[in-house]
């Protein structure tokens, strides 16, 4: 889920760069620094607007001045039972692996629909029906989140498409028929 958070960020400056555009500068290092890092609770995804920038405060014995930069920031945090779009990136006997943009998911086989069955044979390997449903890599498939674990700087989660497989398949199959009627 989406939010907007406002959030501070303290950022080390060298005496070279002090002079009448140090705001521009702080604000350009800002979003070099913290867009689209994860902090391992969420995803910063974009920085609004820094709306509050401290008097620099000089560090005794280097010389460097320490500004405290309070931001609205867009983020992107995962919770257990969000239903997401991924797109799946390798496929094994064991699961498969898809991208929810920056967040690795991955899928177990007990986690997938019992009609749908690896098929180690099929190049590249899948996850098939024999019929219309078809979990490859590249596939756009729609994964609901049952577990999350966050590290320092990373997440990664565990998701189920036994919940959501029926009607992301037929979506996917009414907007292709829709797409060939044109």
């Not at 002079?19 to 689209?36: A, C, F, I, Q």
């Not at 995803?43 to 920038?53: F, R, T, W």
């Not at 629909?113 to 099929?122: H, L, V, Y």
């Not at 049952?146 to 996917?172: L, N, P, W």
Request: a negative charge; one cysteine or more.
């Amino acid at each position: 889920m989406f939010f907007l958070y406002e959030l501070e960020r303290v950022i080390t400056l060298h005496p070279s760069f002090f002079g009448p555009r140090v705001n521009e500068y702080l604000t350009n290092r800002l979003l070099e620094d913290v867009e689209g890092t994860c902090t391992g609770r969420y995803y910063i995804i974009c920085v609004m607007d820094a709306y509050d920038i401290s008097e620099g405060r000089i560090m005794p014995g280097s010389g460097v001045a320490e500004f405290t930069v309070h931001y609205r920031a867009v983020v992107w945090r995962p919770f257990k039972g969000e239903t997401v779009d991924a797109v799946v990136n390798s496929v094994n006997k064991m699961g498969f692996f898809a991208d929810v943009g920056p967040l690795p998911v991955f899928v177990s086989n007990h986690l997938i629909p019992a009609d749908i069955k690896f098929d180690a044979n099929a190049t590249p390997p899948q996850y098939t029906d024999n019929g219309d449903q078809v979990i490859e890599k590249g596939t756009h498939i729609r994964i609901k989140l049952i577990g999350t674990r966050s590290d320092v700087g990373s997440m990664f989660a565990i998701g189920t498409v036994k919940e959501v497989c029926h009607q992301y398949f037929t979506y996917a199959l009414n907007t292709l028929i829709l797409v060939f009627d044109d």
